[in-house]
């Protein structure tokens, strides 16, 4: 199947920082979808960005489909963004199944 | 609009027992979803549904059933929990249609097998 890979494992970073994070992806894919899920366990979508840019707010996210990865950029990060941020890939073949990497977990510093 | 609503939120089992986690969206999705996540892990796709009456095996699903006989509805049935299936399960759900095809999640169940 394919694989998904994100990077970094995890991430401590000050208030006001930015960063980037990284999904591989091994197959084409139909859709992918970056989500935030808070420390209490909740999984909200993102974006949803099969390829091309998109932002909001202070996040923004490219794919290069061609190139098989996904970007998520968080500037001037706040501890609110604390969670773990995962991306998920449809396949282009092989049914409509969306699958996880498994996360990078990020925690912002005050 | 309540979205995705997962029932229980939380719940204990013995091994060898029963269950079913219920989901339900009132989104009128045609795709549904299972998700397990264990401790600190990503997730894992149990089954999914493309419609009512349609459904299939995802990465991980022995131990497991499912069904779907309507839209709105998409449990998931543990025959004979074991402690391997101590996880927090999400359902989602997503549009067919839609130009902008979003995974929708419940808010969770936590499952423990002792």
């Known amino acids: 199947g394919i694989q998904v890979e994100q990077s970094p494992p995890d991430l401590i970073l000050q208030e006001g920082a930015n960063s980037t994070l990284r999904c591989n992806f091994s197959d084409s894919v139909n859709n992918l979808q970056w989500f935030h899920q808070n420390p209490w366990g909740q999984l909200i979508n993102l974006f949803y960005i099969p390829s091309g840019t998109k932002q909001n707010g202070r996040l923004s996210a490219t794919t290069v489909a061609t190139e098989r990865y996904s970007l998520l950029y968080i500037s001037s990060s706040q501890t609110t963004d604390s969670g773990v941020y995962f991306c998920?890939?449809?396949?282009?073949?092989?049914?409509?199944?969306?699958?996880f990497g498994a996360g990078t977990r990020l925690f912002v510093k005050a | 609009n309540a979205g995705v609503t997962q029932t229980p939120k939380f719940r204990i089992l013995k091994i060898g027992q029963s269950m079913t986690l219920q989901c339900a969206q009132d989104m009128n999705h045609n795709y549904m979803y299972w998700y397990r996540q264990d401790p600190g892990m990503g997730l894992k796709l149990i089954y999914y549904?493309?419609?009512?009456?349609?459904?299939d095996k995802g990465e991980v699903p022995n131990g497991y059933n499912v069904s779907r006989s309507t839209t709105e509805y998409f449990p998931l049935r543990l025959e004979l929990a074991a402690p391997s299936q101590t996880s927090v399960y999400f359902c989602?759900?997503?549009?067919?249609?839609?130009?902008?095809?979003?995974?929708?999640f419940g808010s969770g169940t936590q499952l423990s097998v002792l």
């Open positions: 998920a890939v449809e396949r282009s073949t092989g049914g409509f199944k969306t699958i």
């Open positions: 989602a759900s997503s549009s067919l249609t839609a130009t902008n095809e979003k995974l929708f």
């Open positions: 549904s493309v419609g009512a009456g349609i459904t």
